[in-house]
C-alpha cells in the first residue's frame, strides 16, 4: 500500500525477514545482482541468481552502504578501516512482543562486507535483546571480525 512506502523506505513497518535473507541481500549488492541461493547440503548443487538489474542501481547502493562505514557521520565509522573497503548496514530492529517487560524489545544489527584484492567476505550480526547502553554491540561484534579477517588475510598475504 501507498500509506506504507515511507515506513518501509527507512526500515520501519511490518518487515519480516531472517538473517539469511538479509546475508542473501548483502551479496547480491556486493556482487551487483549475481550469487548463489542459500543451501544447507555441502554437496548439492549451487544454484545461480542473477538480477537484471543495471549497473547505475548497484553502484548507488554500494556507495551508500560505504558511507555507512567510511564517512566520519557514518552509523558504522567504528568499522572503518584503511587495509580495505567495508561496505555496511546497520539497524536496530524494533520487536513486538506478548510480554513487554521481559525484553527491550530491540535487536542490534550489522550486515556488511568487506574487499580486499577482489575477494570478499559478508557478515550479518543479529544481537537479540539490547538496551541503550548495548545497542552498538553489532556494529563491535563486526568490527572485531572484520579485524581477525583483515590480520589473518594479510598474514597469508606476507607468506605468499
Given amino acids: 500500500k501507498r500509506g506504507m512506502m515511507p515506513n518501509l523506505v ?3 513497518g511490518d518487515n519480516i525477514v531472517s ?12 556482487t551487483k545482482g549475481k550469487t548463489f541461493k542459500p543451501k544447507l ?16 542501481v548497484w553502484n548507488e547502493i554500494q556507495s551508500a552502504m560505504y558511507s555507512v562505514v567510511n564517512n566520519e ?4 565509522y567504528i568499522l572503518n578501516n584503511n587495509n580495505a573497503n567495508i561496505y555496511g548496514k546497520t ?9 513487554k517487560l521481559a525484553y527491550s524489545n530491540q535487536n ?3 550486515a556488511g562486507y568487506i574487499e580486499k584484492n577482489q575477494e570478499m567476505m559478508s557478515i550479518v550480526v543479529v544481537i537479540e535483546d539490547v538496551d541503550e547502553s548495548s545497542k552498538s554491540i553489532a556494529k563491535i561484534i563486526s568490527k572485531n571480525i572484520f579485524d581477525y579477517y ?11
Fill in 10 to 12: 527507512i526500515g520501519q
Fill in 19 to 30: 538473517p539469511i535473507q538479509i546475508i542473501n541481500f548483502i551479496n547480491l549488492i556486493a
Fill in 41 to 56: 547440503v555441502l554437496n548439492e548443487a549451487s544454484q545461480m541468481i542473477e538480477l537484471d538489474i543495471s549497473n547505475y
Fill in 73 to 76: 557521520k557514518g552509523t558504522a
Fill in 91 to 99: 539497524g536496530t530492529l524494533q520487536l513486538t512482543s506478548l510480554n
Fill in 108 to 110: 542490534s544489527l550489522f
Fill in 150 to 160: 583483515l590480520s589473518e588475510y594479510l598474514i597469508e598475504e606476507k607468506v605468499d
